[in-house]
Nanobody, 122 residues
């Protein structure tokens, strides 16, 4: 059974950094695409970053140059380093995974974590 557990969310001032972690279990981590999504109140779930099983990375335009996704294969963990945070980055952040389709569309992922809240104060 695939399980994803996010951690690292919290309250941070605008301009500051925050690092999210997502621990994966129940899967052959190296074979899965890992992605980060976020959802703000009243808005649709938005793809933030995705890392392919080969390590290729893709980002939403809204976070390019500020967010960095990475994965630690031995630990089965994927990270999202968020820098220069803005109030509009405030959302619940979710980790997601699937075997097929490197995409920032949420419909492309079968497995999801429970989410972690990120709040950026101005």
């Amino acid at each position: 059974q695939v399980q994803l557990v996010e951690s690292g969310g919290g309250l941070v001032q605008a301009g500051g950094p925050l690092r999210l972690s997502c621990a994966a279990s129940g899967l052959t981590f190296s074979r899965y695409i890992m992605a980060w999504f976020r959802q703000a109140p009243g808005k649709e779930r938005e793809g933030v970053a995705v890392i392919s099983s080969e390590g290729s990375k893709y980002y939403a335009d809204s976070v390019k140059g500020r967010f960095i996704a990475s994965r630690d294969m031995p630990k089965n963990v994927v990270y999202l380093q968020m820098n220069s945070l803005k109030p509009e980055d405030t959302a619940v952040y979710y980790c997601a995974t699937d075997r097929l389709g490197v995409t920032l569309e949420f419909t492309g992922y079968e497995y999801w974590g429970q989410g972690t809240q990120v709040t950026v104060s101005s």
